[in-house]
């Protein structure tokens, strides 16, 4: 691969995904609403655009092109996905942008496209216990996410895959569980967990205390960046078109990576749980399908990227 355009290149993965392939000698290209927050651009041409509109889409996929990485999507934490009140925004937008990008690739001729879906297709059903055994890709059916966000994302990995069948596209989709680390939103009101923790942590004098939403029982699997940007790689190189998870299967109570926070940052911080949205019990990554088909797992440790990622923040607001 010598050329590549990454969709959704200001935002966290995104911008991560475009350092890793222009490192990696690939001309690589950006489209986003936005450009990065946190990072200068490492690559090549960077568009401001709208993927909701077909005419920038179309802009943006151009011949030369030997992949298309598709990460542009309208999302957030619990706070933004679970109240309900974006529910028509994140339907509407994301499935525009998927499926202007798809479209736009079929008519230039593009070989191959990776589509980042979501954990959060699975059903709300099989994600009551807090001891979640792990989601196996083959639960994704019958389906029942719970939330419009996880709906979006299941129907548009069916489109992904139908235009891999009639196109010919060589079409690439992984679920993506709970991705965190540097350089990504840690306010605004759609940061996910591990980063609204670190800043509540690091804005918290030692003996302070924290809110968390729920009864903090609620569990998570957590993966670091560079191990998703690592799956990715491995993915893009295979013959396995997916979808397979790209998740760590290290499951953690919210009220423990507050506790691994508070210990990262060395303060004694006490919880104070407060009603808020909370999504599933338990969600974590199962990963068997991964390691059978791309001989490889997520296996570094989550307070290893909590520490990382808590530095970066905490660096971030002393900085104002």
Request: proline share 5%.
């Amino acid at each position: 691969m010598t050329t590549a355009l990454v969709c959704g290149a200001g935002g966290f993965i995104g911008g991560h995904l475009a350092k890793r392939l222009a490192a990696a000698g690939v001309r690589v290209r950006g489209v986003d609403l936005k450009a990065h927050a946190y990072a200068p651009w490492p690559g090549e041409a960077f568009t401001i655009g709208d993927l909701r509109d077909p005419r920038v889409a179309d802009a943006a996929v151009t011949p030369d092109l030997d992949a298309v990485y598709q990460l542009a999507a309208d999302m957030g934490g619990a706070g933004y996905i679970f109240t309900g009140a974006h529910d028509a925004a994140i339907l509407h937008n994301s499935a525009m942008c998927n499926l202007n990008v798809l479209e736009a690739c079929r008519r230039h001729g593009v070989p191959r496209i990776f589509y980042s879906s979501s954990a959060c297709i699975y059903p709300e059903g099989i994600q009551q216990d807090p001891r979640n055994p792990g989601l196996r890709e083959a639960d994704a059916y019958p389906a029942q996410p719970d939330s419009d966000y996880g709906w979006e994302k299941l129907f548009s990995e069916r489109l992904y895959l139908a235009y891999h069948r009639n196109c010919g596209i060589a079409v690439r989709i992984a679920r993506f569980h709970n991705v965190f680390g540097p350089e990504g939103d840690f306010d605004g009101g759609r940061e996910k967990a591990p980063a609204a923790i670190c800043r509540k942590v690091a804005g918290a004098a030692d003996g302070g205390e924290i809110e968390i939403w729920g009864d903090g029982e609620q569990t998570r699997s957590f993966l670091y960046i560079d191990e998703c940007l690592e799956g990715v790689a491995r993915l893009m190189d295979s013959d396995f078109t997916g979808p397979v998870n790209i998740g760590s299967d290290e499951l953690i109570s919210i009220n423990g990576l507050a506790r691994m926070t508070a210990e990262i940052a060395g303060k004694r911080i006490r919880l104070r749980h407060v009603p808020g949205p909370l999504g599933v019990r338990g969600r974590r990554s199962e990963n068997s399908l991964i390691a059978e088909r791309l001989g490889w797992r997520p296996t570094r440790p989550l307070r290893e990227g909590m520490e990382r990622t808590y530095r970066w923040i905490e660096a971030r607001l002393r900085a104002g």
